[in-house]
């Protein structure tokens, strides 16, 4: 266990050794660090983050009040308990001035060993609480951080899973297409009327289908990359409504052949999209994966 580091900031060396004998006579083993000078002091307080600070309050330069003030201006030193100590300021109003600028308690001149260390010992309770909230509260945020990153990851999973069960429906829906064109009009006889209205549906299906595919993709896709779509526009505003489509499915890490079936167009249409693409997001002639890119927005 590491020691406490307790650092002392007085202009007089003598109240600075006082304060050092009483600590060594506590028969606790603390280690001390001081300054007789008040900026030099925050220096010190700044590079080495000490448990408590014990400071005077009338010093050339800063005087104790300012150095409370300068420690809660800087993130790292705001909640190092500061202990003020003075032989002059020592009425009720002196002691609210102190509070009410930040110091954690008062000690009043010439100190008294028991009242110095009691003072020590609460402001090591107060660090002690600090620095456990900090890592109960660090804990939590990686316990929600990876909660999140696994209902994000489950929620794309489930995205992919309803664009596969999609182009398997399409695919169904072309072939059955497909077979009904291959009918011999002119042999269908008596069931031509059924044939005609079974063809136009089919046909409406096989149109319809990739706006539908793309409306149910977009609403799931958003709704775990809501500043995607923000984002890309911002830095490419040039980017066309296709193109967004595109990048939703290589940020999806779909294959070409995924995306041509979801798309309804041919392979070779979307390889030259994908190279238009690159060339249009700046990384064409560059080794970057679309995929990879497109994570960052």
């Not at 007789?36 to 408590?52: K, M, R």
């Not at 409504?241 to 041509?260: F, Q």
């Amino acid at each position: 266990m590491s020691k406490t580091t307790i650092l002392i900031i007085d202009d007089e060396p003598s109240n600075i050794q006082v304060i050092i004998n009483l600590l060594q006579n506590s028969g606790k083993d603390y280690k001390v660090l001081s300054s007789t000078n008040s900026s030099l002091g925050l220096e010190i307080a700044v590079q080495t983050l000490p448990d408590i600070i014990i400071t005077n309050w009338h010093m050339p330069g800063l005087n104790g009040i300012e150095v409370i003030q300068e420690l809660k201006k800087n993130v790292d030193t705001k909640e190092i308990p500061v202990i003020m100590a003075s032989g002059v300021n020592m009425n009720s109003s002196d002691l609210k001035l102190a509070l009410d600028s930040g110091a954690y308690d008062f000690i009043r001149k010439p100190i008294d060993s028991n009242e110095l260390l009691a003072r020590i010992n609460s402001a090591l309770k107060l660090v002690k609480y600090y620095k456990d909230k900090v890592e109960t509260d660090k804990n939590i945020a990686v316990i929600n951080y990876e909660k999140s990153i696994t209902e994000i990851e489950t929620q794309k999973r489930e995205i992919i899973a309803q664009t596969m069960l999609l182009i398997q429906v399409k695919e169904l829906n072309e072939q059955l297409y497909n077979k009904l064109l291959k009918i011999d009009r002119n042999q269908c006889n008596a069931n031509c009327q059924i044939f005609n209205i079974s063809n136009v549906y089919i046909k409406d299906v096989f149109n319809n289908n990739s706006d539908q595919i793309w409306n149910e993709l977009e609403l799931n896709f958003e709704q775990i990359n809501e500043n995607f779509y923000k984002n890309l526009v911002i830095k490419f505003p040039n980017i066309s409504h296709n193109e967004r489509k595109l990048c939703a499915y290589l940020r999806l890490k779909l294959s070409t052949k995924e995306i041509a079936a979801i798309t309804f167009q041919t392979i070779r249409s979307i390889e030259i999209a994908r190279t238009r693409l690159r060339e249009k997001l700046g990384i064409k002639g560059t080794d970057e994966d679309l995929h990879s890119f497109l994570l960052s927005f």
